[in-house]
T-cell receptor, first 111, second 116 residues
Framework: EPEVTQTPSHQVTQMGQEVILRCVPI?????FYWYRQILGQKVEFLVSFYNNEISEKSEIFDDQFSVERPDGSNFTLKIRSTKLEDSAMYFC?????????FGPGTRLLVL | AQSVTQLGSHVSVSEGALVLLRCNYS??????LFWYVQYPNQGLQLLLK??????LVKGINGFEAEFKKSETSFHLTKPSAHMSDAAEYFCAVSVRNNNAGNMLTFGGGTRLMVKP
């Protein structure tokens, strides 16, 4: 069964550093998403992406964040200058229709 | 705008007992509704979904949920809990329109504990 994959599974970085989180969506899906879950809190929507552009973003998704589909298979989330409060589990999801399928997540720890 | 409320952040049941996890939603337009399960140190796995077909929806692992528009609810049930059901369960809503790329709004989650 096809699934969404994410790398790395864990990432530790210093405050102010750039990080890139990678996702490989399900191959025939057209819609891609990033969500995050701060420890002990709700899963929160960050951004959705379709046809090589952002289709929707939340207020969390500020200028420090960007997304890209660089090569037709990967979907990346970049955080330019990480802050302590960016520490969270980041989930990628993809959908072909109305149902989103999630990857296993990347746990980001900013020190 | 949509919102989801899951009553009870922790629910504990005995093995073999009925599982009932509550979800109420608020949406200004007809919703799609989903339940996801998260096992420890894993991602979100789709359990079941309501996307405008039958109001009683059956999912994996013996779970089902019923969409009740009058009560704005989508409670998750399972007749007999198993130890392997111990996990965190998330209810989520998205708007119903022709655009498949709609954001999900999640509830706060309910941690289900199953006692032997």
């Amino acid at each position: 069964e096809p699934e969404v994959t994410q790398t790395p599974s864990h990432q530790v970085t210093q405050m102010g550093q750039e990080v890139i989180l990678r996702c490989v969506p399900i191959s025939n899906h057209l819609y891609f998403y990033w969500y995050r879950q701060i420890l002990g809190q709700k899963v929160e929507f960050l951004v959705s992406f379709y046809n090589n552009e952002i289709s929707e973003k939340s207020e969390i998704f500020d200028d420090q964040f960007s997304v890209e589909r660089p090569d037709g298979s990967n979907f990346t989330l970049k955080i330019r200058s990480t802050k302590l409060e960016d520490s969270a589990m980041y989930f990628c999801a993809s959908s072909g229709s109305k149902t989103q399928y999630f990857g296993p997540g990347t746990r980001l720890l900013v020190l | 705008a949509q919102s989801v409320t899951q009553l009870g952040s922790h629910v504990s049941v005995s093995e073999g007992a009925l599982v009932l996890l509550r979800c109420n939603y608020s949406s200004s337009v007809p919703p799609y509704l989903f339940w996801y399960v998260q096992y420890p140190n894993q991602g979100l796995q789709l359990l079941l979904k309501y996307t405008s077909a039958a109001t009683l929806v059956k999912g994996i692992n013996g779970f089902e949920a019923e969409f009740k528009k009058s009560e704005t609810s989508f409670h998750l049930t399972k007749p007999s809990a198993h130890m392997s059901d111990a996990a965190e369960y998330f209810c989520a809503v998205s708007v119903r329109n022709n655009n498949a790329g709609n954001m999900l709004t999640f509830g706060g989650g309910t941690r289900l504990m199953v006692k032997p």
